[in-house]
């Protein structure tokens, strides 16, 4: 499994972009970047995924470099809502093991 | 809807009382996993299974039993409950192959005293 290297934690204003990245040096052929969000006493919850290039959906953008070594997890003008820890997994994803690494605290401030 | 449903949410027990926590999946996935969660420790996985009668250790499987005996169900047992396992514990299922991710349960907060 891919080692996964996160901030610990980010603050932001509402309505700024916010971008979290996630370096991954030993990521494998057949791995996904896949991200995830949550909330206190949550469930993690899917946000979005990819395996290179740019992933956007309508809540985030994944963009991923040629090397894939990294990744960068983009949310569009955050509001408070959007105030959780983010985490970054790599791997086949269902495969067996599966480990998501200390995430990172995003606090929106007002 | 598709979900993953935990019982009980919420569990006080002591010490050696041997407990289980019920996860069920309702979207016919081959995987399922149980996780952990501590204060500054994150998400740590405990046992996964890839399909049914088959099962493996995560990282802490230590004091704990799964069975996948049918492919909607993965129980979690505590066969000997002790204080230092008192954490939030996560379920969650996932389709297999490449770019399939996970849906988590709501959670069981345990107690052990």
């Known amino acids: 499994l891919a080692k996964t290297t996160q901030p610990i934690s980010m603050d932001s204003y509402e309505g700024q972009e916010v971008n979290i990245t996630c370096s991954h040096n030993?990521?494998?052929?057949?791995?996904?970047i896949t991200w995830y969000q949550q909330f206190p006493s949550q469930g993690p919850r899917f946000i979005i995924q990819?395996?290179?290039t740019k992933v956007t959906n309508e809540v985030a953008s994944l963009f991923i470099p040629a090397d894939r070594k990294s990744s960068t997890l983009s949310l569009p003008r955050v509001s408070l809502s959007d105030t959780a820890v983010y985490y970054c997994l790599v791997g086949e994803h269902n495969a067996g093991k599966s480990t998501f690494g200390d995430g990172t605290t995003l606090t929106v401030k007002p | 809807e598709a979900q993953v449903t935990q019982n009980p949410r919420y569990l006080i027990t002591v010490t050696g009382k041997k407990l289980t926590v019920t996860c069920s999946q309702n979207m016919n996935h081959e995987y399922m996993s149980w996780y952990r969660q501590d204060p500054g420790l994150g998400l740590r996985q405990i046992y996964y299974s890839m399909n049914v009668e088959v099962t493996d250790k995560g990282d802490v499987p230590e004091g704990y039993k799964v069975s996948r005996k049918e492919k909607r169900n993965f129980p979690l047992i505590l066969e000997s409950p002790s204080p230092n396992q008192t954490s939030l514990y996560f379920c969650?299922?996932?389709?297999?192959?490449?770019?399939?991710?996970?849906?988590f349960g709501p959670g069981t907060r345990l107690l052990v005293l």
């Open positions: 030993n990521i494998a052929t057949n791995d996904y």
């Open positions: 990819g395996y290179k």
């Open positions: 969650a299922s996932g389709g297999q192959g490449l770019g399939e991710t996970q849906y």
